[in-house]
Nanobody, 128 residues
Framework: QLQIVQSGGGLAQPGGALRLSCAASGITMKYYAIGWFRQAPGKDPSKDREGVSCMSSGSGDSYYADSVKGRFNISKDNAKNTVYLQMNRMKPEDTGVYFC?????????????????WGEGTLVTVSS
């Protein structure tokens, strides 16, 4: 049975960095597309969850929202069955709850393929 465990997050200052981790049991993550989404404070979770970054299965090609391109980096450690989101040069608008999600084996992935198998979310706050 698939279980997703997120870690990382917390408080960062503007310009600072944080790293999020997403570990899964019950699957081998490299065979699935993996996404990171975020939900800003006060937003409707049913429709205002924003795609941040995703990685395709197999080759592990990565994709980013324009708002984070050049600042965030998604990576994976197959030995640990874990995907990471390194967030650099963070901005207050990066604040929100970040979710890891496991998607089907579709390449290249799109935000729309991530429908089920969400992690519990982790809060990221960027503030001075």
């Amino acid at each position: 049975q698939l279980q997703i465990v997120q870690s990382g997050g917390g408080l960062a200052q503007p310009g600072g960095a944080l790293r999020l981790s997403c570990a899964a049991s019950g699957i081998t993550m490299k065979y699935y597309a993996i996404g990171w989404f975020r939900q800003a404070p006060g937003k409707d979770p049913s429709k205002d969850r924003e795609g941040v970054s995703c990685m395709s299965s197999g080759s592990g090609d990565s994709y980013y929202a324009d708002s984070v391109k050049g600042r965030f980096n998604i990576s994976k450690d197959n030995a640990k069955n874990t995907v990471y989101l390194q967030m650099n040069r963070m901005k207050p608008e990066d604040t929100g709850v970040y979710f890891c999600v496991v998607g089907p084996n579709i390449s290249p992935p799109s935000w729309a393929i991530f429908l089920d198998n969400w992690g519990e979310g982790t809060l990221v706050t960027v503030s001075s």
